[in-house]
């Protein structure tokens, strides 16, 4: 199983970034994928989560109307399109996988199957 992030870096504040996470290993239609974020002397925080089954967004009130979750599920992927950024949203993001049975709990962190490495985001003012 493998779930590999990418598109993070540094971008000043208003801009925007997409964040892209590759899952293999897994049957990805079974399975929702949720971006967290951790920034230093901070928790982890959920920031969205998609289900590869139906479709389905959620999204945490800091990033509503903001950023946008999206799946390929040809390839596998997906996508968090992140706007209007603030220096509040620098962290290390990670995508991960969670069984799709279990997608009431897409807010909860300790749920989740299978985790990336992350990727470093960094927003300046």
């Known amino acids: 199983v493998q779930l590999v992030e990418s598109g993070g870096g540094l971008v000043q504040a208003g801009g925007s970034l997409r964040l892209s996470c590759a899952a293999s290993g897994f049957t990805f239609d079974d399975y929702a994928i ?7 002397g901070k928790e982890r925080e959920g920031v969205s989560c998609i289900s590869n089954n139906d479709g ?5 009130d800091s990033v509503k109307g903001r950023f946008t979750i999206s799946s390929d599920n040809a390839k596998n992927t997906v ?23 279990k997608i009431r709990w897409y807010h909860i962190a300790d749920e989740y199957d299978y985790w990336g490495q992350g990727t470093q985001v960094t927003v300046s003012s």
Not at 56 to 60: F, L, N
Not at 79 to 101: H, I
Request: glycine letters at 6%; one cysteine or more.
């Open 79 to 101: 996508y968090l399109q992140m706007n209007s950024l603030k220096p509040e949203d620098t962290a290390v993001y990670y995508c991960a996988a969670l069984s799709g049975f």
């Open 56 to 60: 389905t967004a959620y999204y945490a």
């Open 34 to 40: 949720g971006w967290f974020r951790q920034a230093p």
